[in-house]
Every structure is written in structure tokens, then in C-alpha cells.
């Protein structure tokens, strides 16, 4: 039998926690709180749409500020003890900068010291995916090897007693503009801050077109289109883009109907177990999606998302499994003539109170009081999605690629 999706680790070293805490939190999405169980899928078509990117990132510099401050560490011949405390001290130093020269987007600016996610931690698997960083090691496994780096810098001999070079192993792609931002002595120049110049532009496009050319982000890049409100409004994608692009809106709008159904049964439960409940608009919302979703999501065939490769893996299996859920709130959707019944439709709330079992046994606000009690009530929004798929932070990458490429060198 399926039992409930969990995650867990055994390894509990820092890099390894961290990793793990950054993955939990990326989850969380862009301000979207996931009720009803869809950030696996989410995260799935945010791949296809949006690669080599979390919700966490901030500015595409990153990437390189990242680089070059482990670049200059091995330059100066760190030893492995010492790695991990001096990187914080040059991304702390960095944050300070930044701080000057940004208003927005730096990481740490208000946590300071108490930041948990360092710039390195976030941006990592980026860097791994599209070949900034050469290796598949983790950050810790890096800081690792800084001492068979620091022994390669300084020449050793093998058991033929011949001496080697300092060039041994390179963890870093050769190619990379130089970091133009830091002095001689590795500190961060004053005058530093986000706008990527022409070479880094150039050299991050051309990674993702390499990486990634059947991506949304790339067919953005190319069409120089960033500033689009949602990822389905690209303009003229490829038919397998848009074949993403299709399911990808009608997920997003399922979620947002159904999730708007739960917060219904939520604040209904509140009301009988006489704890407050606070005056949320659910059902203005929930009118103003209906029309746009209803003629949407009646021509949806979500049995095709098992057909897709990058999101097939992600369907939770079986009778009560994703594609199950759907299917039959979709028809009850469909057997429904206006926003109101279907809002109070007694089976399609039975499938949503089903749905929160299924996904929260231990934590469902439908069946434990204490989580009832600890429910915060929402902001809605005026968007009839519920998912974006980092569209936020992938168009803000693709715009500073674009602003880069007519900058300087």
C-alpha cells in the first residue's frame, strides 16, 4: 500500500541539513501555500519551465559571485578547515556591499548573521546544472577537497618521485568571465552589484541555451519577451513547450479551485468548533475564478500529464492518487452550473476533506483541532492561479541576461 510521502535524511552533517532546509523551503513556493499537495508537480513543470532556478534565488549574479569567491579561495590555498568559515566571511562581506548598492534582492540583508540560507547553499545546484561548477560534489564535499587543492597548488611528488603541476583537478569551468567585482586581495569593489556585464550575460545565456534549449526561459530569451504576466502567455512557443505550457495553466487553475474549497471547509469548521473566523472573501474569489477557469479546465485531459517525461514521475499513484482526485472533481465541476453550487457541492467537498487526509494524515485542519486552531488565514490575491512555476524569478534572470547583453564588458 502507498503510504504517506515523507522526507527524510540520514546524513546529518551541516551542508547536508542546510541542503535539505533550503529544499523544504523552496518548496513553500513563491507566497503559495500548497494545502492540497501539488509542489511535486509544481516543481516538476517549474524544471521544464524555469531549470537550474529555486523560488529562494535572487539575482542571476549570483552565480558568479558564488564562483568567484571559491575561485579566489583557491587561489590563496585555504585549507579545508578553514574553508567554510573564511566563504562566510567573503558572502557576508558581499551582503554588505550589496546592501549599499541594491534595494532589493539581497540575500541576508535584513538576517544579517542569522541568515540560514548562505548565497553558496541556494545557488549550488544552479551552479552544478548548468557547468559553472564542473563536479556533482556537494558544497561540503567541495570544502572537502580544498586540501588535495592547497597540495596540487604547491606541487607533490608522486611514487616515481616526479614532481606534479598545479593544475591537478578543476572544479570550476575554465570559461568563466573573470570576477571583475573583487580587487586583488578577493574583497568585493565597492561600486559592485547586480547588473551582469556583457560577458556574463553572454556567458549564462549561452549555458542555458546549451543546457537547456527546449526550456521556457531560453524561448523567452530568444524572443526577448520576460516581461509576460504568466508563463502560458509566451508568445508563439514550440509545440512540445506548449504542450507544458497547456497543462501547466489548467494544474495551476485546478489548484486554485480546489484549494479555495478547502479554505471554505476550513473556516466552516472553525466556525463549529467555536474558534474565531476571520472574514476572508473565499467566495468573491472563488466567483471571479470560476469564470475563468470553468472553460478551461472542462476541455482539460489530465490523464496526458502521465504521458509527459519530467512530470509522469511526480503523480502520486492509484484510486486516490492525483490523477483520481481530478478526474472527480473535475466531474463534479462539470455537473455543476454555477460558482455557488459547486462551491457547495457535498461530493466535490468530500473529495477535498478526502485530499487533506490523504496528504496530511497527521496534520489535517479537517480532523485535528490543534492544527484548525493554527491556521492563519490567507491572502487570496486577485490572480486566478494558484501556481506561477518560479516565473517570478525566471523572467527577473532572463531581463538582467537581456539588460547585460546591451551593457558593458
Known sequence: MQGP?????????RDDLLRARAFLKAMEGEGVLD???????????????????????RGARYFYFVAGIYQQLEREGLSSSQIALVARRRMDSLRDVLSKTETTGVIGRDAKL????????IYWGGLRQLGIFSSALSEAGYHARFDELRAQ?????????????AGGVSFWDPELPAPRFVDGAGSFRPSTNFRLTKHEAQDLSGRFVARFPESLFVHLLRTETPEIPVPWAAPRPQAKLATYLDHGKSLSLFARGTTLQYYTLVLEKRAEANLPAPDVPVAVAFHEWWGAARPVLLRWKPDNLGTL????????????????FIRKWLGRLAACDSASSLLGDDLARQLVRRRELDIKPAKARLKHRKHLEQWRAPDLGSNTHQLDYRHRIGSRFIREILEGNGGVE
Open 35 to 57: 494545502e492540497l499537495g501539488f509542489l511535486a508537480l509544481q516543481g516538476k513543470f517549474a524544471d521544464v519551465f524555469y531549470p537550474a532556478t529555486s523560488t529562494l534565488m
Open 114 to 121: 542569522d541568515i540560514k540560507q548562505l548565497p553558496s547553499s
Open 309 to 324: 517525461p519530467n512530470v509522469a514521475d511526480a503523480l502520486r499513484p492509484g484510486e486516490h492518487g492525483d490523477l483520481g
Open 153 to 165: 597548488r604547491n606541487g607533490y611528488s608522486d611514487d616515481d618521485k616526479v614532481e606534479q603541476s
Open 5 to 13: 510521502s515523507a522526507i527524510a535524511w540520514l546524513d546529518f552533517r
